[in-house]
T-cell receptor, first 112, second 113 residues
């Protein structure tokens, strides 16, 4: 079953602006990951945050995790046209294994 | 030197046919996966293999049969294709079962007519 909902479904911003995407999930997690998918391509892993972490940074990416609210956010700062893609959150549950359960995705468009 | 490769990239076929999609990873990973992405871009895991052994089977119809001849390959065979099987199928791998980062292939776009 679907784990996460992402918000917004679509986001259009100007180059240089920040983009924030939110993800909510339903069950207890081991970790939460964000992936990017360019149109017609496979998914690329961006960042992983564990359940005992609250914030993580990687370059222009900042991820937060609030396990009490079962939510995460991905912030892309100083966006570029090349950031145009779909962004998915995915969770790994506490039940063992390494099954990724994906959210619904946010389509980001960065315009020049 | 693609890390996770899939063939074919596109597959157009008639309802009722049997088809296979191949996946290979050259990363030396132990664990491989198949995901299905529908027309609304929703991604769902189908299968996972660890060292050629099936570890996840997510209530997929038994028309779908994965086969792992060795840990670098995980192929997906689909019998009696149906219209609803039209989707993009992604293969992925991770270093080991507990290693979280997964590396995805470019996808196979299947269209059943």
């Amino acid at each position: 079953s679907q784990q996460g909902e992402e918000d917004p479904q679509a986001l259009s911003i100007q180059e240089g602006e920040n983009a924030t995407m939110n993800c909510s999930y339903k069950t207890s997690i081991n970790n939460l990951q964000w992936y990017r998918q360019n149109s017609g391509r496979g998914l690329v892993h961006l960042i992983l945050i564990r359940s005992n972490e609250r914030e993580k940074h990687s370059g222009r990416l900042r991820v937060t995790l609030d396990t009490s609210k079962k939510s995460s956010s991905l912030l892309i700062t100083a966006s570029r046209a090349a950031d145009t893609a779909s962004y998915f959150c995915a969770t790994v549950g506490t039940g063992g294994g390494n099954k990724l359960t994906f959210g619904t995705g946010t389509q980001l468009k960065v315009e020049l | 030197d693609t890390a996770v490769s899939q063939t074919p990239k596109y597959l157009v076929t008639q309802m009722g046919n049997d088809k296979s999609i191949k996946c290979e990873q050259n990363l030396g990973h132990d664990t491989m996966y198949w995901y299905k992405q529908d027309s609304k871009k929703f991604l769902k895991i189908m299968f996972s293999y660890n060292n050629k052994e099936l570890i996840i089977n997510e209530t997929v119809p038994n028309r779908f049969s994965p086969k792992s001849p060795d840990k670098a390959h995980l192929n997906l065979h689909i019998n009696s294709l149906e219209l609803g099987d039209s989707a993009v199928y992604f293969c992925a791998s991770s270093q080991r079962q507990g290693q979280e980062t997964q590396y995805f292939g470019p996808g196979t776009r299947l269209l059943v007519l």
